[in-house]
Nanobody, 120 residues
Framework: QVQLVESGGGLVQAGGSLRLSCVAS????????MGWYRQAPGKQRELVAS???????NYADSVKGRFTISRDNAENTVYLQMNSLKPEDTAVYYC??????????????WGQGTQVTVSS
């Protein structure tokens, strides 16, 4: 059974920092691309940052220079360090694991989400 469990969300003032963690179980973590997505009320879910199995990273323009994604394959954990937070970063943040096998197809999993609220 695959589980992605996020933690680290909360309430923070604008300009503050939070670090989100996502611990994966039930998958061979090191071969998955991992991502953080967010969904604000009334908006579509959007990609915030992603990191490949080879540790290449990608960021949404809105968070470049403020957020950093990293992974620890020994701990089956992906992190999102969020600095200089803004009220518009308020959303539920979701962890995602994704890989495509040439024979078996795509494997894609989501966590339950963690709320991040940034007050002005």
């Amino acid at each position: 059974q695959v589980q992605l469990v996020e933690s680290g969300g909360g309430l923070v003032q604008a300009g503050g920092s939070l670090r989100l963690s996502c611990v994966a179980s039930g998958i061979i973590f090191r071969i998955y691309a991992m991502g953080w997505y967010r969904q604000a009320p009334g908006k579509q879910r959007e990609l915030v940052a992603s990191i490949t199995s080879g540790a290449s990273t990608n960021y949404a323009d809105s968070v470049k220079g403020r957020f950093t994604i990293s992974r620890d394959n020994a701990e089956n954990t992906v992190y999102l360090q969020m600095n200089s937070l803004k009220p518009e970063d308020t959303a539920v943040y979701y962890c995602n694991a994704d890989r495509t096998d040439r024979y078996l197809g795509r494997f894609n999993y989501w966590g339950q989400g963690t709320q991040v609220t940034v007050s002005s």
